[in-house]
């Protein structure tokens, strides 16, 4: 059972930068298929990005080309970073791990983002 925790949101001004972080313990996630997906005010959680075990990535039209997915299995660890954030973009940021194919497995507790204007 992979256990994910997010961390590094935080409040953040228009045209700022961010990166999160999604450290995963109890397992090797390194077969893994990670995904970010978020949540904001008073909407269900949407697709933010996701990073397969061989590096391939795709994101949402929302955040293509602001927002870029890492990983690094040495560190057991996956990334987001976020570029140009736009008040759009505050939300609560949950990472995920699933195995190549098939639903997500495991999901961290979320991180909020704040974006202000």
């Known amino acids: 059972q992979v256990t994910l925790a997010e961390s590094g949101g935080g409040l953040v001004q228009a045209g700022d930068s961010l990166r999160l972080y999604c450290l995963a313990s109890g397992c090797d996630i390194s077969a893994y298929r990670m995904g970010w997906f978020r949540q904001r005010p008073g909407a269900g959680r949407e697709f933010v990005g996701v990073i397969t075990w061989n590096g391939d990535t795709t994101y949402a039209a929302s955040v293509e080309g602001r927002f870029t997915t890492t990983r690094s299995n040495r560190k057991n660890t996956v990334y987001l970073q976020m570029d140009s954030l736009q008040p759009e973009d505050t939300a609560v940021y949950y990472c995920?791990?699933?195995?190549?194919?098939?639903?997500?497995?495991?999901w961290g507790q979320g991180t909020k983002v704040t974006v202000s204007s």
């Open positions: 995920a791990a699933g195995l190549p194919t098939g639903s997500y497995e495991s």
